[in-house]
């Protein structure tokens, strides 16, 4: 059964850094695009970063980018997001999922994870 798991979110203060995961099983993680999404309260879910199958090119939206990093262990089966400069208006729950290719459009994505709270505050 394919499955992704999400964690690493946490309270953490402005400024501060997370490194979320997000760890596959029953499926090998490199024959997909990874990507993370994140949906705020009363907010539709946003994508974030993508990580292409393969390769591993990386993609990030203006929101995030010289802030957060995209990157992916084959041998762990693992993506991770490190998240760095982190700022209140990142606060969301923020999910792992995969795809053909890489996009920004949660339609786009079929397998999801459970997601991970992660809260910027003072």
């Known amino acids: 059964q394919a499955l992704l798991v999400e964690s690493g979110g946490g309270l953490v203060q402005p400024g501060g850094s997370l490194r979320l995961s997000c760890a596959a099983s029953?499926?090998?993680?490199?024959?997909?695009?990874t990507g993370w999404f994140r949906q705020a309260p009363g907010k539709e879910r946003e994508g974030i970063s993508c990580?292409?199958?393969?390769?591993?090119?990386?993609y990030y939206k203006n929101s995030v980018k010289g802030r957060f990093t995209i990157s992916r262990d084959n041998a762990k089966n693992t993506v991770y997001l490190q998240m760095n400069s982190l700022k209140p208006e990142d606060t969301a729950v923020y999910y792992c999922?995969?795809?053909?290719?890489?996009?920004?459009?949660?339609?786009?994505?079929?397998?999801w994870g459970q997601g991970t709270q992660v809260t910027v505050s003072a």
């Open positions: 999922a995969t795809s053909r290719q890489c996009s920004y459009s949660a339609p786009d994505f079929g397998s």
């Open positions: 029953g499926f090998t993680l490199d024959y997909y695009a």
């Open positions: 990580i292409t199958r393969g390769a591993g090119s990386t």
